[in-house]
């Protein structure tokens, strides 16, 4: 729906933590050949971030120096790319949507990322689509940060699970301010149907399909890295992924039913929008049939004949407006018994 | 949809019932430290019965003591968990949604609540969102205090099998309570269609839809204890399990139709709506057909020109209300022809 | 939709037809401790029809006699249950829906009455939901008391699938009653839509979703039945269940098929509604937009100015005259124009 | 649909094609003890055809001669009968439907026609539901003259797999007639949305329903027949069924995308009218809107006060008439303005 | 949808490019007699290009000289085939629909044209369903002439997905055309709907149908491709034909949305030609609702009895047209107060 463009050519930056038990290190990374290729016997399981995936040479030089695929990096660098898992034998790849509210823009409430993760041995590599302050992995840092915390115990496969569980914890959010949002337009539509609603039930829609399309993938990729018994995922942290799995179920539940309640609200407001025709149209016929007949008797002695006997009559007059209330009584009571009133 | 607020803090109160084939013993726990962790030998089935789970103190004292896995306590402790079963080789976790109708309040319809059973060697844990009077498992309890009951004869097992088998009981409850209602609905939309009533429907559905997000999950849960010859629950338990599935799949089956049911419902309900727009149409159209070309001969005769011989006519008059006549009846004869009368 | 009450308490009457090839004995049953438990040399194969469910203390007694599961016999005597097989090694419990037309009562069409059949060694114990005249069944008795008979070679799993075969031929007919009205309803729909007849396409349409209730899971039984390779079920037999089953799809196909026709109908029966609004709007229009002008035009010369030199004019009134048929065959050749008529 | 009623009773004809590498020889067959059990060593393949299913005591013969499983005769001799394949051993049934356009009669589109195979060893017996001049395997039998066809040097599965081809290139045959119908429906709705066409719809859809439902059993028939790696089906037919398959699929797809297609149109034909009533209802308005102002405006001067200063107005009638214009073409204007005109 | 008529009898023309790591040679091809049958130990890769299927002489000789099944072969030749993968042993039959965008002509949207990539040992055989000026596998020539393209360094399997990956990227440059189209038509609808646009709605509905009807077959190739274990396709191209699998189910995902999509704005279509309605309504019933009243009153002063007091009342004309006034006013009052105004 809204990429934000990247600029290519500069190079992105690159931050690095490495942990172990004891310790955790942050360092900045200025070129790729300070990157370190961690082996099965490292100290520490190193976590790369890099914050931008626009610069060619940049991104061919990380794929040379831990010797990835040539179609993992084309996955990392193409940013509008189906969430998907790929099992490179020494690599996996997971390349997700990460999905946030837009706080300052009003027009777009969805913002979706490209997030790129690489697990290897002792090593993540995460590729964010563009650098944001305030990054949305700063609670998973916190955590690393914290002496005891089980993340530290863990091996890069935990943190996988981590940087998983925080990215379906915004989906959640979405959720949670969706649901927010249709009770209030249920509320509205029930209690006061009002066409221009129906524009914001139609946006509401859309953003159901679009957070659909992301979500449906990212329980396949989820499930697949929980069944697929991968060499990189250990026995301990598919438990975890399992969770993550039922969480990223809940979401699609959640939109389903959405949808669902929508459709529902969508039906009542198509049929109060009849029903309002339909007294509007009443309102017509009552008018209609009262006042039709009685101009149709005024008209008749406004006539100009010559010989109209009831015209000399004393109370004539007083006669014809006698019928008229009463025929417009009688009608009255017609649709009174026809429920019309 | 409604979820009541448990006080944080407070410890929740814990029952033990422990019972063997010869007695069954109930006690009141005012520690977690009373709390006995049974082995394989064990002389008695324990049953703790935990009425909340927002005191995260006594939640960890808890787990440190029957040493569960951290996600098992998160999972119990976060209650708006979608309906699961966790198999960790030694425990396992079942947690559903327990559903009962409110008779307090009028506005809402269907109460839920999480329930949480850890079901261990000898050892069920039962947690509940939150105390009530008149607990929903009075009707287990009462069976285990009878002497030759089944339920004192099997293991821990059948007691899991005894709590299911009576929350689903519930669900066939508000089923029936909701079939109830369908039926007058369909009564009432049928004999009287009263755009009021659409709302009814529309909660009607809202409910269908929460019922269902409940339900399908459940059966999955139910399917897998009963399919995946878990050492935990014995094969003579397998076949008790089976029969829990049949009445989940029943309630399921019940809610499809339900939704079928009421999709005709608001069918009829649209199309009674046009046709009594219908009916209206052709009381303004039969009435302007009449009396128009009537209000245009008196205008004709009520004009003022100079030379307008039939007004000085004799009968012209007569003439005139003759012709208004026959033109009603005619149109009259015309409507019926068209089936409009 | 349906349920007559058994009266409770009284005992039900049980019927005995055993039989071999040469010969077929038929024995009316006065008490439980009367009926034999036949082994694996049985002489004779053993059908007990026992007509009614409704007394606990005799079920018991029979639950006791052939040492049946307690779960079996509950789902025997609880009339309400979806039809399933459930297989107890040395028995099996086959409950499904017998369905037959209604011919007595006007208001309901089709009565639904549960039967189970348990299959043992050289044993068949059928329990129908209530006693009937002239039972569904007398077409299997007869055939039993014919000497060369196909179904007197046989064991009890073939008088099972005879059985089986009479219930799912009575679908079949009420399948094709529905088809010849669906047909009546068609033609009356595309011929004269009429409101009235939508509410018996309703009708239509619950009983379509009643008898779809019933004729699934009745699939799943016989399937299950058919590949399941159970042991009381001989190969030769299941030859026999697999042409039940191809009838049950056929049922199944037959009952989706109307629906979708039926959907076909309904939209049909609404948009000749729109139609017929449609011509009404048309009529009401073409009224007004021909009688408007010329009520305007008699208006004008209705005034009572001084100075209106038209109404002195000789031949005023005819030119007034002259314009409005003019200005009404002007608008009547321009509704051709449109297609209005 | 519509099928032919039968003339019991009488012998159906048997025509009999016996065919090598090296000859074709057909003969007619008038009695059932003149037909032959080929085996293995066979030098012929045997392909009988039998026009009619309706004798009972010719299908006995048969039986009896080929030692037919009974169920197999009962399927081949009832006629409304769902597609389907049986494996009996020594034989295989193959039960379809053959669907031609009916080119004689008006009404009716869709001739359906019951086609049994029996497949043995080097036997082919085909049984059709009864007899037409210019026979639809008139084609195969051309074939298996012509000295070098593949047909002459395969054996009786490939003659299957011939028979079945012709079979479902009715089928195509039928599908391209439909989809030359529904592009001209379609152009007609889109460029003239009429009423009547909407029952053409109808029958169309219905046409649709009719078709699916006997394609999509086929389908699972000839699946089966390529994949169930039956012993009388050689490695080589397989390939063939696999092409017959890919057909059937096709024509699966053409019907789905068909009853897609028409959905639209129907909603197209729905939303016009919708859009034309809109159209009528502006008409009425706008007529309404100029005249009734106009009229109350004469209605005025029309009222036959003494004191009425307007009345003596030198001016006065022009002034009115300039006002009604003025009032019509502020009307016009506004309208305009609201886009109706 | 469209096909273009290939010219019959002539010879198409064929081009060979045969390349290794080192060298790429281009020729053309005059006669079949030409052409090479590489075996295992060939230097090089052959990839005939063939544009155009309709000469079946030269058909017949390409496949005597591959030694063609003869199936595989009238799959290439008949031009309305659904995409399919079919295994002969010795070859692969990839047979798809390549999609483009036709610039030419205005009224239809997307062309479609059969291709067929026979697989063999060192060889690829393209058949093309006619010459078209700038090919679309010109990006692919290009790459093979570079000295240093991966392309060159692999086998046939590698240039099968290469051109498999050109098909599917046209696929999804159609897929981004009318995501843009969707837009503005979303945008024109839902700021201006208009009945005109409702037929573009319809066909871009039929091109996602057809679309769709393409698509989905060739998602079971690619993927057969992937999974099927192929002997002609080697492991390492495995990992590359999952990529054209995952763009594929991108494809698809994206026609499913806009699907979903167009219904969403076809709905907001229909209500807001509902609520235009309800709009055109309102008006008509205010117009009447006010100036039928006042009619009436005028009519009754403008009757002619001879005793009227009202009419020699000095101030009855202005207290009538104060009354009108009044009633008007009021009417109106009423209006606001029922949110019609």
């Not at 969805?110 to 995460?126: A, D, F, H, K």
């Not at 689509?129 to 002496?147: H, S, T, W, Y």
């Not at 942290?237 to 529902?264: F, N, Q």
Request: hydrophobic letters at 40%.
């Amino acid at each position: 729906m809204e990429f934000n463009m990247p600029n290519k050519g500069e190079n992105a930056p690159i931050t690095l933590i490495r942990y172990n038990a004891d310790e955790c290190i942050e360092t900045t990374i200025h070129s790729v050949e300070e990157m370190v290729v961690p082996d099965k016997e490292s100290q520490y399981v190193y976590w790369y971030n890099i914050d931008g995936v626009s610069n060619p040479g940049q991104m061919a030089e990380i794929e040379l120096k831990y010797d990835l695929h040539p179609l993992l990096m084309e996955d990392v660098a193409s940013t509008d790319q189906r969430p998907k898992l790929d099992d490179y034998d020494n690599y996996l790849l997971v390349s997700i949507k990460m999905m946030r509210f837009n706080k300052d823009k009003r027009h777009k409430n969805i913002l979706s990322e490209q997030l790129s993760i690489v697990l290897g041995t002792n090593l993540i590599l995460s590729f964010q689509e563009n650098k944001k302050k305030g990054d949305v992995f700063d609670a998973n840092r916190e955590r690393l940060r914290q002496n005891k915390a089980k993340i530290r115990k863990n091996g890069a496969d935990y943190l996988l699970y981590s940087l998983l569980d925080t990215v379906v914890d915004h989906y959640f959010t979405i959720i949670e301010l969706l649901g927010d949002k249709l009770e209030k337009v249920e509320q509205d539509m029930l209690s006061n149907p009002d066409p221009s609603k129906l524009r914001e039930l139609y946006k509401f829609r859309r953003e159901l399909i679009y957070l659909r399309k992301s979500v449906w993938p990212l329980r396949e990729v989820i499930s697949r890295l929980e069944r697929d018994e991968l060499p990189l995922i250990s026995d301990s942290v598919t438990l975890y992924l399992r969770d993550v799995y039922d969480h990223t179920i809940h979401v699609i539940e959640s939109v389903e039913s959405y949808r669902d309640i929508l459709a529902g609200i969508v039906d009542v407001y198509l049929s109060s929008v009849s029903n309002k025709m339909n007294s509007v149209m009443k309102v017509l016929t009552i008018i209609s049939t009262i006042f039709m007949p009685l101009a149709f008797i005024t008209g008749v002695y406004g006539m100009n004949f010559d010989h109209m006997p009831e015209l000399h009559s004393r109370y004539g007059y007083y006669t014809v407006l006698g019928v008229c209330l009463a025929s417009a009584v009688g009608m009255l009571l017609y649709f009174r018994k026809m429920k019309w009133l």
